[in-house]
T-cell receptor, first 114, second 113 residues
Framework: KAGVTQTPRYLIKTRGQQVTLSCSPI?????VSWYQQTPGQGLQFLFE???????NKGNFPGRFSGRQFSNSRSEMNVSTLELGDSALYLC?????????????FGPGTRLTVL | GNSVTQMEGPVTLSEEAFLTINCTYT??????LFWYVQYPGEGLQLLLK?????DKGSNKGFEATYRKETTSFHLEKGSVQVSDSAVYFC????????????FGEGTQLTVNP
């Protein structure tokens, strides 16, 4: 069974631009969560989607948004990029998103904002 | 709110040494506890987990016991290998928070031959 895939793996943008990252969960998984990883703040939860609905949201500004499609693939978008948005963005999928369902992480997208 | 605190790193050990990475947590409910490992250039992999007090999670020689009385979930391994070099994250997940994980800061482990 294929794992969680994220595209692109690396991305370079400039301040003020916007970016869209994509995540394909493991086949059959319906919950997708997104995390931001930075050296200063560590791993922080962005949001979770289940059946095309945002079910949970972390403490990030409105510039960070996401969506989920009917095939469970998810995208996250960051508008008006800032230098501080440079990070590794990780996506994780689980079967139903219950607390007892194991989460599987993708390799991440490394975003650099210049 | 929930929080996880890990011992400060980095940790450098010689091969076959004993490893302990401390982890304590604060939670409002009854969380599940996890250790994840991240190898260079990769995402996170679940190493072990425990879902209730006194549970012991174990995998690949690593162990951690859910201690409710001390709100701790320390990671141990009796004899580390060079291949264990990675970053280790302690995390918790509340019953009511779905998939949301709260992570500790991470501990960089380097094992020298």
């Amino acid at each position: 069974k294929a794992g969680v895939t994220q595209t692109p793996r690396y991305l370079i943008k400039t301040r003020g631009q916007q970016v869209t990252l994509s995540c394909s969960p493991i086949s059959g998984h319906r919950s997708v969560s997104w995390y931001q990883q930075t050296p200063g703040q560590g791993l922080q939860f962005l949001f979770e989607y289940f059946s095309e609905t945002q079910r949970n949201k972390g403490n990030f500004p409105g510039r960070f948004s996401g969506r989920q499609f009917s095939n469970s693939r998810s995208e996250m978008n960051v508008s008006t990029l800032e230098l501080g948005d440079s990070a590794l963005y990780l996506c994780a999928s689980s079967f139903l998103g219950h607390s007892y369902n194991e989460q599987f992480f993708g390799p991440g997208t490394r975003l650099t904002v210049l | 709110g929930n929080s996880v605190t890990q011992m400060e790193g980095p940790v450098t050990l010689s091969e076959e040494a004993f490893l302990t990475i401390n982890c304590t947590y604060t939670a409002t409910g009854y969380p599940s506890l996890f250790w994840y490992v991240q190898y260079p250039g990769e995402g996170l992999q679940l190493l072990l987990k425990a879902t209730k007090a006194d549970d012991k999670g174990s995998n690949k020689g690593f162990e951690a016991t859910y201690r409710k009385e001390t709100t701790s979930f320390h990671l141990e391994k009796g004899s580390v290998q060079v291949s264990d070099s990675a970053v280790y994250f302690c995390a918790l997940r509340e019953e009511t928070s779905g998939s949301r994980l709260t992570f500790g800061e991470g501990t960089q482990l380097t094992v020298n031959p």
